[in-house]
């Protein structure tokens, strides 16, 4: 996994951000944002899996129900694990973070989160 580094100011340290997919969250789902103790995203993936879940389980019979809450639960965390790092950056650039180097600022120009002011 490729990192990005994002610095605030010059008196404080730059902060390391993982770049791109995390094979981890597709298993651990809303546990992984708990280990990086991001209790915002973690709300945010629980309630997306309890909603789901509870749709599914009010208009289908129980044991297809289950069947397809499961299924939908790993779809939720693979489409998490692939945006989680650049929800993440976001909020720092929104912060007032900026790329440390020209390689953090390379990706995520290329990804298209980041614009290099002229």
Do not use: H, R
Request: glycine fraction near 4%; proline fraction near 5%; include cysteine.
């Amino acid at each position: 996994m490729e990192k990005v580094y994002l610095k605030y100011d010059e008196y404080t340290p730059p902060i390391e951000c993982d770049y791109g997919f995390i094979p981890s969250m597709v298993y651990l789902g809303f546990l992984y944002p708990i280990k990086k103790k991001n209790y915002k995203m973690f709300y945010i993936i629980l309630m997306t899996e309890v909603a789901v879940s509870t749709l599914i389980m009010c208009f289908i019979p129980f044991k297809l129900g289950i069947i397809i809450s499961v299924c939908m639960l790993f779809i939720i965390n693979t489409l998490f694990a692939f945006n989680y790092n650049m929800i993440i950056i976001e909020e720092l650039l929104k912060k007032g973070y900026v790329p440390l180097d020209y390689n953090s600022s390379q990706l995520l120009i290329k990804k298209g989160i980041y614009f290099k002011l002229q």
